[in-house]
C-alpha cells in the first residue's frame, strides 16, 4: 500500500522520467522535456482524438499520460481525477520507484494523488503467498504543498486502518480484540482510550448491548477514546459515535439465507470510521476536543439470546418492546448515545450500518444522513461530503413517522413498519438524545463484493475521509 509521499516541487533530472504525468489542459505539455515530435504524438493521442490516457515509452521515458476529465460540477471533475489515480496505480505498481509529475495550474493533483493511493490498498494478511508493492510515491508538483501532502498520507492511512478493521473476519475481531486494536491505535496516533468490560457496562445499565451480546460466549465491551488537545477552540466536544456489531447473524430472528450472512463481518464499519477518523485527527493535531464512543458485540442466537417480545428499559427510563432481534444496532447505539450526554456535547455524530433500506433508497453511491441538528452542522457536512464524494442525502424525521415504532406494552418497539425502515430506525435514535445530532447510515458504501476503481473489494472506509474533511474544515472556521 501507497502509505508516504516524497514530495519535491521541480524536476532534478528531466532526462529520464519514469511513472504518471497528469495533465489539465493542452498548455502543460511545455513543461516537459520532449522532443517536439513527441509532443506532437501526444497532444494528437489525448487533444486531438480524444483518449483518455497515452502510453509513452522510448529508450529514456516510461510514461502513462493522463488527462483532467472535464466537468461542470467540481465534485465530479475531483471524482474523475481520483477515478484517473485509481487507473494509474495498475501502471505505478510494476515501477521500482513510482513517480508522479504535475506542472498543471488548477488541476484537481491532489484528488488524482488520492485516487491512486486509496487504490493501493491491498489486504493480504491471511495470504500465504504476499504481493510486493510500492509503500511510498514520489510527487513532483509545484502547486503541491507539504501541508496537503501530509493531510493527504494522514485520511488515506486512517481510510486504511478502517478498511482493516471491516476486512478482519470475526474469529479474530472479537468486541474484546476490537478494544485491544483501538488501544494500540490509540498509543499509535496519539489519542487516550479506555475500554469498559462486561461489569462495567452492566452497572451502567447499558440494556441495549447487553440484551444484544446475551446470545454471545464473548463478552461485549464499549469503547471511549479522547482527542483532547492542551488549548481546544470548542468548549464542548464533539462526538463520535460507532456502531460496533463485528459479527451480525440476526440473533433469534436468523437472517433468511446464507449468502446475506458472508458479509456480515462488515456490520462494524461505523465503529471502523470512527476509530479511523480519531487516528486522523490526532495525528493532525487539529485543535479540537473530539470523543469517540463504539459499543461493540456480537449478535448470536445462542443460550440466553434475547427473544422477539422481550422488553429491556434503558437508563433514561425508555422502554423498548424488541420485536427483531436483527434490528440489534440500534440497540447498542441508543446506550451510546445516552453514555454521549454526559460530555454536553455541542454535536454528536453516529455513524452506522443500520439499515437494508438505506441501501435500497440510494444504492452504495451515498450514505443517509438525517437529525436533529441546525442546517449549519448539516450543510458543512454535506459539503464536506460533496468534496470527498463521499456524498449524504438527507432524510425528514417527521413525526408521522413516531407512529410505526408505537408498542402496546412498552414505550416503543425496536422496528417500524414496512416502509421508510431508514427513516424508522433513526426515529427510534431520536428517543435517546437531547442535544444536536446527526445520524449516519452508510449500510450502501461500507462494503462491497467487487472491486469499483479506487474502492477495494471489501470494507470501503467510507466515512474516514468526510469526517476529517469535515472536522478540519470546521478547526479552520473556528480559529
Given at each position: 500500500?501507497?502509505?508516504?509521499?516524497?514530495?519535491?516541487?521541480?524536476?532534478?533530472?528531466?532526462?529520464?522520467?519514469q511513472g504518471i504525468i497528469y495533465l489539465s489542459k493542452e498548455e502543460d505539455l511545455e513543461a516537459y522535456p520532449f522532443e517536439e515530435k513527441e509532443k506532437a504524438f501526444?497532444?494528437?493521442?489525448?487533444?486531438?482524438?480524444n483518449k483518455e490516457q497515452v502510453t509513452f515509452a522510448n529508450g529514456t521515458h516510461q510514461l502513462l499520460l493522463l488527462k483532467q476529465k472535464e466537468s461542470s460540477s467540481d465534485t465530479y471533475r475531483a471524482e474523475y481525477a481520483r477515478k484517473a489515480g485509481a487507473k494509474a496505480w495498475g501502471f505505478l505498481k510494476e515501477l521500482g520507484n513510482p513517480s508522479i509529475y504535475g506542472f498543471g495550474k488548477g488541476t484537481h493533483l491532489v484528488a488524482f494523488i488520492e485516487g491512486c493511493m486509496l487504490a493501493s490498498y491491498s489486504f493480504q494478511k491471511y495470504k500465504s503467498e504476499k504481493k510486493s508493492f510500492p509503500s511510498s510515491i514520489e510527487v513532483i508538483a509545484e502547486s503541491l504543498s507539504q501541508e496537503e501532502s501530509d493531510y493527504l498520507q494522514l485520511s488515506v492511512n486512517a481510510t486504511f486502518i478502517a478498511r482493516t478493521l471491516v476486512n478482519e473476519p470475526a474469529i479474530y475481531l472479537t468486541a474484546p480484540q476490537l478494544a485491544e486494536e483501538i488501544e494500540a491505535l490509540g498509543k499509535e496516533y496519539g489519542?487516550?482510550?479506555?475500554?469498559?468490560?462486561?461489569?462495567?457496562i452492566a452497572s451502567l445499565k447499558m440494556s441495549?448491548?447487553?440484551?444484544?451480546?446475551?446470545?454471545?460466549?464473548?463478552?461485549?465491551?464499549?469503547?471511549i477514546m479522547c482527542h483532547r488537545p492542551e488549548k481546544p477552540i470548542n468548549s464542548k466536544p464533539i462526538v463520535l459515535v460507532g456502531k460496533g456489531v463485528v459479527y451480525d447473524t440476526g440473533g433469534l430472528s436468523l437472517k433468511p439465507t446464507?449468502?446475506?450472512m458472508d458479509l456480515m463481518k462488515s456490520d462494524m464499519a461505523g465503529a471502523a470510521t470512527v476509530v479511523g477518523t480519531m487516528c486522523a485527527i490526532a495525528k493532525l493535531k487539529l485543535p479540537i476536543e473530539v470523543i469517540g464512543l463504539i459499543p461493540a458485540t456480537d449478535n448470536r442466537p445462542g443460550y440466553n439470546a434475547v427473544t422477539p417480545g422481550d422488553v429491556i428499559e434503558y437508563p433514561n427510563g425508555k422502554t423498548?418492546?424488541?420485536?427483531?432481534?436483527?434490528?440489534?444496532?440500534?440497540l447498542i447505539l441508543a446506550d451510546a448515545l445516552i453514555f454521549a450526554k454526559k460530555y454536553q456535547p455541542e454535536l454528536v455524530i453516529d455513524v452506522a450500518t443500520l439499515t437494508g433500506s438505506a441501501m435500497a433508497a440510494i444504492g452504495k453511491e451515498g450514505a443517509v444522513m438525517m437529525g436533529t441538528a441546525s442546517q449549519e452542522w448539516k450543510s458543512q457536512l454535506q459539503a464536506a461530503g460533496e468534496s470527498t464524494c463521499e456524498r449524504l442525502v438527507e432524510f425528514p424525521i417527521w413525526e408521522e413517522y413516531d407512529e410505526q415504532l408505537k408498542s402496546n406494552i412498552a414505550d416503543i418497539t425496536n422496528l417500524g413498519g414496512p416502509t421508510g425502515g431508514a427513516i424508522t430506525a433513526g426515529k427510534f435514535l431520536q428517543?435517546?438524545?437531547?442535544?444536536?445530532?446527526?445520524?449516519?447510515?452508510?449500510?450502501?458504501p461500507a462494503y462491497s463484493k467487487s472491486t469499483e476503481s479506487y474502492k477495494p473489494a471489501g470494507g470501503s472506509g467510507f466515512g474516514v475521509r468526510l469526517l476529517t474533511r469535515f472536522l478540519s474544515n470546521y478547526t479552520n472556521s473556528t480559529k
Amino acid at each position: 500500500m501507497l502509505t508516504a509521499i516524497r514530495l519535491k516541487k521541480s524536476l532534478e533530472n528531466s532526462s529520464s522520467l519514469q511513472g504518471i504525468i497528469y495533465l489539465s489542459k493542452e498548455e502543460d505539455l511545455e513543461a516537459y522535456p520532449f522532443e517536439e515530435k513527441e509532443k506532437a504524438f501526444i497532444k494528437d493521442r489525448l487533444f486531438i482524438k480524444n483518449k483518455e490516457q497515452v502510453t509513452f515509452a522510448n529508450g529514456t521515458h516510461q510514461l502513462l499520460l493522463l488527462k483532467q476529465k472535464e466537468s461542470s460540477s467540481d465534485t465530479y471533475r475531483a471524482e474523475y481525477a481520483r477515478k484517473a489515480g485509481a487507473k494509474a496505480w495498475g501502471f505505478l505498481k510494476e515501477l521500482g520507484n513510482p513517480s508522479i509529475y504535475g506542472f498543471g495550474k488548477g488541476t484537481h493533483l491532489v484528488a488524482f494523488i488520492e485516487g491512486c493511493m486509496l487504490a493501493s490498498y491491498s489486504f493480504q494478511k491471511y495470504k500465504s503467498e504476499k504481493k510486493s508493492f510500492p509503500s511510498s510515491i514520489e510527487v513532483i508538483a509545484e502547486s503541491l504543498s507539504q501541508e496537503e501532502s501530509d493531510y493527504l498520507q494522514l485520511s488515506v492511512n486512517a481510510t486504511f486502518i478502517a478498511r482493516t478493521l471491516v476486512n478482519e473476519p470475526a474469529i479474530y475481531l472479537t468486541a474484546p480484540q476490537l478494544a485491544e486494536e483501538i488501544e494500540a491505535l490509540g498509543k499509535e496516533y496519539g489519542f487516550e482510550t479506555e475500554s469498559y468490560d462486561e461489569a462495567r457496562i452492566a452497572s451502567l445499565k447499558m440494556s441495549g448491548l447487553l440484551a444484544v451480546n446475551a446470545g454471545s460466549e464473548l463478552p461485549p465491551t464499549f469503547n471511549i477514546m479522547c482527542h483532547r488537545p492542551e488549548k481546544p477552540i470548542n468548549s464542548k466536544p464533539i462526538v463520535l459515535v460507532g456502531k460496533g456489531v463485528v459479527y451480525d447473524t440476526g440473533g433469534l430472528s436468523l437472517k433468511p439465507t446464507a449468502n446475506s450472512m458472508d458479509l456480515m463481518k462488515s456490520d462494524m464499519a461505523g465503529a471502523a470510521t470512527v476509530v479511523g477518523t480519531m487516528c486522523a485527527i490526532a495525528k493532525l493535531k487539529l485543535p479540537i476536543e473530539v470523543i469517540g464512543l463504539i459499543p461493540a458485540t456480537d449478535n448470536r442466537p445462542g443460550y440466553n439470546a434475547v427473544t422477539p417480545g422481550d422488553v429491556i428499559e434503558y437508563p433514561n427510563g425508555k422502554t423498548v418492546e424488541i420485536l427483531n432481534t436483527d434490528a440489534e444496532g440500534r440497540l447498542i447505539l441508543a446506550d451510546a448515545l445516552i453514555f454521549a450526554k454526559k460530555y454536553q456535547p455541542e454535536l454528536v455524530i453516529d455513524v452506522a450500518t443500520l439499515t437494508g433500506s438505506a441501501m435500497a433508497a440510494i444504492g452504495k453511491e451515498g450514505a443517509v444522513m438525517m437529525g436533529t441538528a441546525s442546517q449549519e452542522w448539516k450543510s458543512q457536512l454535506q459539503a464536506a461530503g460533496e468534496s470527498t464524494c463521499e456524498r449524504l442525502v438527507e432524510f425528514p424525521i417527521w413525526e408521522e413517522y413516531d407512529e410505526q415504532l408505537k408498542s402496546n406494552i412498552a414505550d416503543i418497539t425496536n422496528l417500524g413498519g414496512p416502509t421508510g425502515g431508514a427513516i424508522t430506525a433513526g426515529k427510534f435514535l431520536q428517543h435517546f438524545i437531547d442535544f444536536e445530532w446527526i445520524h449516519l447510515d452508510i449500510a450502501g458504501p461500507a462494503y462491497s463484493k467487487s472491486t469499483e476503481s479506487y474502492k477495494p473489494a471489501g470494507g470501503s472506509g467510507f466515512g474516514v475521509r468526510l469526517l476529517t474533511r469535515f472536522l478540519s474544515n470546521y478547526t479552520n472556521s473556528t480559529k
